[in-house]
């Protein structure tokens, strides 16, 4: 389908990646501040960390979720992603309990199986595949700033008002948030396909093998990451001594470098092929977690490398994005689901054998650990994964 009128559809992108950048600072911001949140609670970093495992368990639903966007349309699902985030949020805000937090954490990784499987569809069923790459890079931008906006003023409201105080603002945010998307966001954007039903997902995935070798690489992918972000908060405080608010800026380095990224792969893209770009920038992320080791006796040292480290994820896994609405245009809202439910798996997995492969044998383990998974990941897209003809 093509772009009916441009002006309304910047619009439309402006406000869908305004309402993520608010998901997406609830998602990220408690990795840098993990250790504030257990202080806080009076409970141990360990504990924190199980509860971005429980949260990040909930991606495994995703596929269930997938088809209800095709059912009842893109708008109903998104509005619900953020209303879920919005419940959540407020929860802890006002009853700061550890498993309140808990809650909390299920209901991020809901909205975000809600929200962006049924975001990066609509897109798709507008926006040529030709231009799609810069369109779903832009949404990508929240991502980043998440980081890079998000994390020092989070650090900053911990410091003067308490660790759940965050919560509140990004609770009324996304209730905002879901107002303005009921004014302009259109309704009845649906894929072409209509309605897919489980047995029918299910039919898609033993027909279509690419689906699964491309969630196999997402899940990939974003282990390698999260096994190095999982830690990244302590690492931090043990090595550097950094305070609340200077690890707010060094996780702000981290959203300069994401957003660095995103620019490139909304620019690569659509240019030189998408497949091509992924394939280059996975490559040299792998690089850079190898080399991580060796570059962080210094905290500049460290935030130079994980600039890059950052830069080349993130590349990586934005350019894969506009390539899976394509592998299977019937069902585009189920491959995306399956797309978020990978990313997901990657990152449970990450937040269990990153934080044991760190404890074993510290950063130069972790270092070829984090760089071996990577380059499976872009050895399993280079060979299995291609849009369909």
Same mark, same amino acid.
């Given at each position: ?81 953020? %209303? &879920?985030?919005? $419940? ?7 009853? !700061? @309990?550890? =498993?309140?937090? +808990?809650?909390?954490? /299920? ?45 020092? %003023? &989070?650090?900053? $409201? ?7 105080? !965050? @919560?509140? =603002?990004?609770? +009324?945010?996304?209730? /905002? ?213």
């Amino acid at each position: 389908m093509q772009i009916a009128k441009q002006h309304s559809f910047r619009v439309q992108l402006v406000t869908l990646a305004a309402a993520r950048l608010v998901l997406n600072t609830g998602l990220r911001v408690v990795y840098p501040y993990a250790p504030a949140i257990a202080r806080g609670l009076g409970v141990s970093r360990e504990e924190v960390y199980s509860l971005f495992t429980l949260r990040n368990a909930i991606g495994f639903f995703s596929p269930l979720f997938g088809p209800l966007s095709e059912r009842y349309g893109r708008k109903a699902i998104i509005m619900a992603g953020v %209303l &879920v985030f919005a $419940a959540g949020s407020l929860a802890v805000a006002f009853l !700061p @309990l550890y =498993w309140v937090l +808990g809650v909390m954490m /299920l209901a991020t990784g809901l909205s975000k199986v809600l929200f962006d499987p049924a975001m990066q569809a609509y897109i798709g069923d507008v926006v040529p595949y030709a231009r799609r790459g810069k369109a779903l890079a832009f949404t990508e931008y929240s991502w980043a700033l998440a980081l890079l906006i998000g994390a020092p %003023l &989070v650090g900053l $409201a911990i410091q003067t008002w308490g660790w759940q105080s !965050p @919560l509140l =603002w990004l609770g +009324g945010l996304a209730l /905002l948030a879901t107002l303005i998307i009921t004014l302009v966001i259109p309704r009845g954007q649906v894929s072409a396909s209509g309605r897919n039903s489980s047995r029918q997902m299910v039919q898609m995935l033993r027909n279509h093998s690419v689906v699964l070798y491309a969630g196999l690489y997402m899940a990939l992918v974003l282990m390698a990451n999260e096994m190095l972000f999982i830690v990244f908060g302590g690492w931090m405080e043990d090595s550097f001594q950094l305070s609340l608010t200077s690890l707010g800026i060094a996780a702000a380095v981290i959203g300069g470098a994401e957003l660095v990224g995103e620019t490139f792969a909304g620019w690569s893209v659509d240019r030189f092929g998408k497949r091509p770009v992924i394939i280059a920038t996975g490559s040299a992320n792998a690089l850079c977690y190898l080399i991580l080791p060796f570059t962080s006796a210094t905290l500049l040292g460290a935030l130079i490398t994980l600039f890059f480290v950052f830069m080349t994820f993130e590349s990586t896994g934005v350019g894969s994005i506009p390539l899976f609405t394509e592998l299977l245009p019937e069902a585009r809202a189920v491959v995306m689901s399956i797309s978020i439910s990978s990313m997901f798996v990657g990152r449970t997995f990450g937040t269990i054998v990153g934080p044991r492969v760190w404890e074993a044998g510290g950063i130069r383990v972790s270092g070829v650990v984090w760089a071996a998974t990577m380059a499976l990941a872009v050895l399993v897209l280079a060979r299995k994964v291609h849009e369909a003809p």
